[in-house]
T-cell receptor, first 116, second 109 residues
């Protein structure tokens, strides 16, 4: 089946630093990847849609200059949280849509970010 | 924007009891997907419903899509401790998913 990996699985950083999270589709090509944020005991909130070779589409209220997304290849998308602050601490999950399917998504294992 | 409401927020059942979670929308849904997220884990796709009135079964799980395509339900028969987790419905359109608020299921052994 379709497998999506994320790296790192968890990260602790100091306030003001930047953190990069990688999302890879391991056995398929993903023209579209999605980035979600999930706070404890809450639902997944879509942050942005990442399209290979073009600019990401951000959801309303998500700062594109703070959450930089790059989808350099059909198997890799990265999310960089710039100048992280404690309120950015969350569980970040990526997903990928298999090319040619309706819209079933396969999720990565997530990255838990803690900003001190 | 599109909002998908899900109830109940929590459900605590005795092992062997049934469980149902409901998803409701004020607008017609193009399709509905269901995901399960175990504690500390990531969402795992369960099923997609597309047709009005559609009913699908997976062992002890029964999924329904309303006739008006504005609501959906997931029913688990005779819950087991392995069913513990949060169940999300999600509406998929324009190739992105809008998740419901989720129902957290706890099962007492």
């Amino acid at each position: 089946g379709a497998v999506v990996s994320q790296h790192p699985s968890w990260v602790i950083c100091k306030s003001g630093t930047s953190v990069k999270i990688e999302c890879r589709s391991l056995d398929f090509q993903a023209t579209t990847m999605f980035w979600y944020r999930q706070f404890p005991k809450q639902s997944l909130m879509l942050m942005a849609t990442s399209n290979e070779g073009s600019k990401a589409t951000y959801e309303q209220g998500v700062e594109k200059d703070k959450f930089l997304i790059n989808h350099a290849s059909l198997t890799l998308s990265t999310l960089t949280v710039t100048s992280a602050h404690p309120e950015d601490s969350s569980f970040y999950i990526c997903s990928a849509r298999v090319f040619g399917t309706y819209n079933e998504q396969f999720f990565g294992p997530g990255t838990r970010l803690t900003v001190l | 924007g599109q909002q998908v409401m899900q109830i109940p927020q929590y459900q605590h059942v005795q092992e062997g009891e049934d469980f149902t979670t409901y998803c409701n929308s004020s607008t017609t849904l193009s399709n509905i997907q269901w995901y399960k997220q175990r504690p500390g884990g990531h969402p795992v796709f369960l099923i997609q419903l597309v047709k009005s009135g559609e009913v699908k079964k997976q062992k002890r799980l029964t999924f329904q899509f309303g006739e008006a395509k504005k609501n959906s339900s997931l029913h688990i028969t005779a819950t087991q401790t392995t069913d513990v987790g949060t169940y999300f419905c999600a509406e998929g359109s324009s190739y992105k998913l809008i998740f419901g608020s989720g129902t957290r299921l706890l099962v007492r052994p």
